[in-house]
């Protein structure tokens, strides 16, 4: 079992950054893949990013590209999602995933934090 607490978020202007943690605990937490996703309001959640458990390889999904940056500190159990030039539409809870192998795909992760709001005003 690994347990996700995600932190944070919070309340920010358009073209201002923020860092999104997510801290893992529990069994073989730092040997897993991760992943951040988001979810708007009357929106499906979506993939934004995902690091290997080696921080060796990631993907993120088109719209962040060149503004976000996912990375790990396997020291810390710790995953980051640097979140820069922030637009409206980044506006979401934002939710950490562990799983096996990186993937986009929402059902490949076991495991789930409980998400942390980001709120970008224009």
């Known amino acids: 079992q690994v347990q996700l607490v995600e932190s944070g978020g919070g309340l920010v202007q358009a073209g201002d950054s923020l860092r999104l943690s997510c801290a893992a605990s529990g069994r073989s937490s730092s040997s897993h893949a991760m992943g951040w996703f988001r979810q708007a309001p009357g929106k499906e959640r979506e993939f934004v990013a995902a690091?290997?458990?080696?921080?060796?390889?990631?993907t993120y999904v088109d719209s962040v590209k060149g503004r976000f940056t996912i990375s790990r500190d396997n020291v810390k159990n710790t995953v980051y999602l640097q979140m820069n030039s922030l637009k409206p539409e980044d506006t979401a809870v934002y939710y950490c995933?562990?799983?096996?192998?990186?993937?986009?795909?929402?059902?490949?992760?076991?495991?789930w934090g409980q998400g942390t709001q980001v709120t970008v005003s224009s």
């Open positions: 995933a562990a799983t096996s192998l990186v993937s986009a795909l929402e059902s490949d992760y076991d495991y």
């Open positions: 690091i290997s458990w080696s921080g060796a390889s990631t």
